[in-house]
């Protein structure tokens, strides 16, 4: 049986409780959800069916309808799924002079080895000074106030 989401959330079944008997070939997972794919002897083809929205699944001793020798797989992902094929080769943009110095500066800043040094952490530095500092023993004692006190402080 075969389920679908109405507009409350409520499952709600499809086809009038069919059972559809399916012999699996592959899992697929797509936009966040996943689907089996095998022969549907109900549709009497190769089908896709939304794992959440099978209902009651049992598995029944018959034997497997295999997939056909010539059956395309790729073929049918693309067709089902809506998958684009990537191109084997593409054209290489072609950069303007500016975006090209860019890149070359961009790429000169990091040749320098890093300093910490150089670097100063300022919002360290602002806390461990508003820890060091005696107004913090005039905040109440409880430590989720402390916490959104100190957090609010620093702003």
Do not use: C
């Not at 110095?101 to 990091?110: R, T, Y």
């Amino acid at each position: 049986m075969y389920v679908e989401y109405g507009p409350n959330k409520e499952n709600t079944y499809k086809h009038g409780r069919r059972v559809y008997e399916l012999s699996p070939w592959m899992f697929v997972w797509d936009s966040d959800k996943y689907y089996i794919i095998g022969y549907s002897k109900t549709h009497r083809k190769a089908a896709k069916f939304r794992v959440d929205r099978i209902a009651a699944p049992k598995l029944i001793e018959l034997p497997s309808v295999p997939p056909p020798d010539d059956f395309g797989f790729k073929t049918f992902l693309k067709a089902t799924f809506h998958i684009k094929e990537i191109p084997k080769s593409y054209e290489r943009p072609e950069l303007s002079s500016q975006e090209k110095k860019m890149a070359v500066a961009l790429i000169e800043s990091m040749d320098t080895p890093f300093d910490p040094e150089v670097y100063h952490d300022e919002y360290q530095a602002k806390l461990k000074w508003r820890i060091r500092s005696p107004v913090l023993r005039l905040l109440p004692r409880r430590a989720k106030v402390r916490v959104i006190s100190l957090i609010l402080w620093m702003r």
